[in-house]
């Protein structure tokens, strides 16, 4: 069974500043989806970014970007001049071909003013 | 317009009560999912259909039943409520089985007193 693990359950960033938000992931498989999802204090679930496993380059959109390391199965989040409103809990998650989705255990990041 | 919705968006109930929640998508998405996310903002996959078909049923009490009557909807209907059912329960559809981003309903809060 595929396993996610995100070992800090809390983080916190100076606002303009960069955080690194770690991820790291158990699979047998070789083909495979990670994301990182966004859930601010609304609740709503927001996709921030997404990966698939057969590609070298790793993802970017705009602030955010992952360090995605396959051989060590390390899928890190990089939010780049941190704002306000990106406060929120981050959820890692792997996807399988198939569909099913294993969510990591997830990070508060906290934005200080 | 709401892509992925849920009724209702707050759920109070009696311990021993059936209750149901509906989700509906107008994304034309094939895959539907259920999840839970429970107090400690843990997030688990419950089931999820594909064209009405049910594809990954996790261990899950069989007092919980889905019901996809087309491909749009999924509902999930829960008998004999117990304390340890109050959660936030989140539907979310996808394009394609794995790859494709999840996007999820705005969240049920069921609270079982």
């Known amino acids: 069974a595929q396993t996610v693990t995100q070992s800090q359950p809390e983080m916190s960033v100076q606002e303009a500043e960069t955080v690194t938000l770690s991820c790291t992931y158990d699979?047998?498989?070789?083909?495979?989806?990670l994301f990182w999802y966004k859930q601010p204090p609304s609740r709503q679930m927001i996709l921030v970014i997404r990966?698939?496993?057969?590609?070298?380059q790793n993802a970017t959109e705009n602030r955010f970007s992952v360090n995605f390391q396959k051989a060590a199965k390390s899928f890190s989040l990089k939010i780049s001049d941190s704002q306000l409103g990106d406060a929120a809990m981050y959820f890692c998650?792997?996807?399988?071909?198939?569909?099913?989705?294993?969510f990591g255990d997830g990070t508060t990041l906290t934005v200080k003013p | 317009d709401t892509a992925v919705s849920q009724t209702p968006k707050y759920l109070v109930t009696q311990m021993g009560n059936d209750k149901s929640i509906k989700c509906e998508q107008n994304?034309?998405?094939?895959?539907m999912y259920w999840y839970k996310q429970d107090s400690k903002k843990f997030l688990k996959i419950m089931f999820s259909?594909?064209?009405?078909?049910?594809?990954i049923n996790e261990t899950v009490p069989n007092r919980f039943s889905p019901k996809s009557p087309d491909k749009a909807h999924l509902n999930l209907h829960i008998n004999s409520l117990e304390l340890g059912d109050s959660a936030v329960y989140f539907c979310?559809?996808?394009?394609?089985?794995?790859?494709?981003?999840?996007?999820f309903g705005p969240g049920t809060r069921l609270t079982v007193l």
């Open positions: 990966q698939e496993a057969y590609k070298q």
């Open positions: 259909y594909n064209n009405k078909e049910l594809i």
């Open positions: 699979t047998s498989e070789s083909d495979y989806y």
């Open positions: 979310a559809s996808t394009n394609r089985g794995g790859g494709d981003e999840q996007f």
């Open positions: 994304l034309g998405h094939d895959t």
């Open positions: 998650a792997y996807s399988t071909n198939a569909g099913k989705s294993t």
